[in-house]
């Protein structure tokens, strides 16, 4: 079951308000940077994995959110901005 866009919803407010609809409390967790951690991990691959390594980048300046209903992730988002300038290898 779908729901039908309402003016002024983007699709992650559209598919969080279906699961309202269901009967699903939402729930949101905001990111905080100052008493978290975002690290990537880069693994190289193919014929030139000899020669390479695999990287772990900390990105120090992010934000973001999720947002999901516990009872069904079936409808959960994701948001996250980073910039590319706070990247440390």
Same mark, same amino acid.
């Given at each position: 079951?779908?729901?039908?866009?309402?003016?002024?919803?983007?699709?992650? !407010?559209?598919?969080? /308000?279906?699961? #309202?609809?269901?009967? +699903? *409390? $939402?729930?949101?967790?905001?990111? !905080?940077?100052?008493? /978290?951690?975002? #690290?990537?991990?880069? +693994? *190289? $691959?193919?014929?030139?994995?000899a020669?390479?390594?695999?990287?772990?980048?900390?990105?120090?300046?992010?934000?973001?959110?999720?947002?999901?209903?516990?009872?069904?992730?079936?409808?959960?988002?994701?948001?996250?901005?980073?910039k590319?300038?706070?990247?440390?290898?």
């Amino acid at each position: 079951m779908s729901a039908t866009p309402r003016e002024g919803l983007g699709q992650k !407010d559209t598919a969080l /308000s279906s699961a #309202t609809q269901k009967g +699903f *409390a $939402t729930v949101r967790y905001v990111l !905080d940077p100052s008493v /978290s951690r975002f #690290t990537v991990q880069a +693994f *190289a $691959t193919g014929i030139l994995s000899a020669f390479g390594h695999n990287p772990t980048i900390a990105i120090r300046d992010y934000d973001g959110e999720v947002q999901f209903a516990p009872d069904t992730y079936e409808d959960a988002s994701l948001q996250l901005t980073a910039k590319t300038t706070s990247f440390e290898v």
